[in-house]
């Protein structure tokens, strides 16, 4: 699968709410996701924080996709009740999986 396939598969499976053990196929064992408000080590670690607090009524509409060989990168208008931002996502994929995702948006909104 190539980069920008595994990272849209991502976001529909998270932004479903209801696919999150879904995605542990997606990633790899060596997984890392780093964020504003979150940091993990492994993919069975952000599984379980993404269970503790699933994304509900969370919506995106794709701005902008690039891909590399080795990465994707999803540029997306982000909402919720209450808050719209842009924000970016990088995929780091190795081996037909996700082995890293770095996420980057103005935390502030969510204050």
Same mark, same amino acid.
């Given at each position: 699968m190539k980069p920008l396939d595994l990272a849209k598969r991502y976001?529909?499976?998270?932004?479903?709410?209801?696919k999150i053990d879904d995605l542990r196929s997606l990633l790899s064992d060596e997984f890392t996701f780093k964020g504003?408000?979150?940091?993990?080590?492994?993919?069975?670690?952000?599984?379980?924080?993404?269970k503790c607090d699933p994304p509900r009524g969370c919506r995106y509409v794709v701005l902008h996709?690039?891909? /590399?060989? $080795?990465s994707a990168c999803l *540029?997306?208008?982000?909402s919720k009740p209450g808050i719209n931002t842009p924000m970016a996502?990088?995929?780091?994929?190795?081996?037909? /999986?996700? $082995?890293?995702?770095?996420? *980057?948006?103005?935390?502030?909104?969510f204050a």
């Open positions: 976001m529909e499976n998270f932004y479903s709410g209801q504003p408000f979150v940091e993990c080590h492994s993919a069975d670690e952000y599984i379980a924080s993404l996709e690039f891909e /590399t060989e $080795s *540029i997306y208008q982000f996502q990088v995929f780091s994929i190795r081996d037909g /999986t996700i $082995s890293g995702i770095r996420l *980057i948006f103005d935390a502030r909104v």
